[in-house]
């Protein structure tokens, strides 16, 4: 069975790179939608409306359908875990009613990274597995926290409070899944960080001219998006450090007919979470999946204007491809049957 599906997917992918010429983040959309077709046969579930509906499941009779069981059972088993459930889904008017009324949760959607990140974690010994926490260069003891407060310093004195998807031990990580990138940032609010100059050269980090407009709500482009849309904008502490008129200020008011034009930095939250790290003098992983190069390369971006040499050494980057090597069997039997994630060694 397993053999089937991955020799399907393997046509599957090449087929829609041959025929669409598709991003990477939406041919791999693409098969989490077929894959979760397959995976939710028996399970409570919903498809979202559009021309390519993504699988939704609800909590059912003690099992989830988007979790492997052990790791479902761990979770409801710790308060503090089950409060990422709290999450409302940002699409959840793109969505059907749930059978029992309840409202969608983010970590709901089969296209969510915070919740193959639970999954794997989650699971009964995973976190206190030798051999996961070498790779990983944790040593500490302790489970790891999900949702976690960075509170990254700003100039201002106040502090951000935007989270970081996994903090395990002195390992801060953020996970991706099909999301289109890292997100972008106006250069007041990324230039509003204390340590911004002491990590980066800011010369070096990726920036583009952006027209100024309506910025793209989650909900309107729910491909996009597996998880709620972060603004640091809307976070009162980093607003305030910005005079109001700096977050309006054009890069130049005439690069063309329609409008002016801002500056905006690259992979916003791979910066912020680089400088959570070096405030907390933690490490910081990205998670990826293999068939997402185009994540890779935006974190060696990010990553070639970090200045700071014994920041530089703390960084780092793993596939879920190769965390899954380090799996116990039954995960990775879950993993790459609904995710095709397969173990690489």
């Not at 709290?86 to 059907?96: F, N, S, T, V």
């Not at 991706?176 to 990324?190: G, H, I, M």
């Not at 700096?246 to 916003?268: A, C, I, K, T």
């Not at 793993?318 to 994630?341: C, D, M, N, V």
Request: glycine share 6%; net charge neutral.
């Amino acid at each position: 069975m397993t053999r089937n599906l991955r020799s399907q997917s393997l046509r599957f992918s090449l087929l829609n790179m041959a025929e669409t010429g598709g991003s990477f983040a939406s041919l791999l959309r693409q098969e989490l939608c077929w894959r979760n077709r397959q995976h939710a046969v028996g399970r409570a579930h919903v498809q979202s409306y559009g021309s390519q509906p993504v699988i939704v499941y609800e909590p059912e009779e003690g099992r989830h359908g988007n979790f492997f069981d052990p790791a479902y059972a761990a979770i409801a088993g710790r308060a503090d875990w089950l409060r990422r459930f709290d999450k409302i889904h940002a699409q959840g008017r793109a969505l059907p009613k749930a059978e029992s009324g309840r409202r969608w949760r983010e970590l709901d959607s089969s296209m969510s990274s915070d919740s193959l990140l639970m999954n794997i974690f989650c699971t009964p010994g995973v976190a206190e597995s030798s051999r996961v926490r070498t790779v990983l260069g944790v040593t500490e003891d302790g489970p790891p926290v999900f949702g976690w407060k960075a509170r990254v310093p700003l100039l201002s004195g106040r502090v951000d409070r935007t989270e970081v998807d996994m903090r395990f031990g002195s390992l801060l990580v953020e996970a991706k899944l099909t999301e289109s990138d890292f997100q972008t940032q106006a250069a007041p609010l990324v230039e509003a960080y204390r340590d911004l100059d002491a990590v980066f050269d800011r010369e070096r980090l990726p920036r583009i001219a952006t027209p100024f407009g309506r910025r793209k709500e989650a909900f309107e482009f729910p491909e996009d998006y597996s998880q709620e849309l972060e603004d640091a904008a809307g976070e009162p502490e980093l607003r305030a450090a910005v005079a109001p008129q700096m977050l309006r200020q054009p890069l130049s008011p005439n690069l063309r007919s329609n409008g002016p034009f801002e500056l905006r930095y690259v992979s916003y939250q791979l910066i912020r979470n680089v400088l959570a790290a070096y405030a907390h003098g933690c490490s910081f992983c990205v998670l990826h999946d293999e068939r997402r190069p185009d994540l890779r390369e935006a974190w060696f971006a990010v990553m070639a204007a970090v200045r700071d040499a014994e920041m530089r050494v703390r960084l780092q980057v793993l596939t879920w491809q190769e965390l899954a090597a380090l799996l116990p069997r039954p995960l990775q039997e879950f993993l790459e049957s609904k995710y095709g994630i397969t173990a690489r060694s």
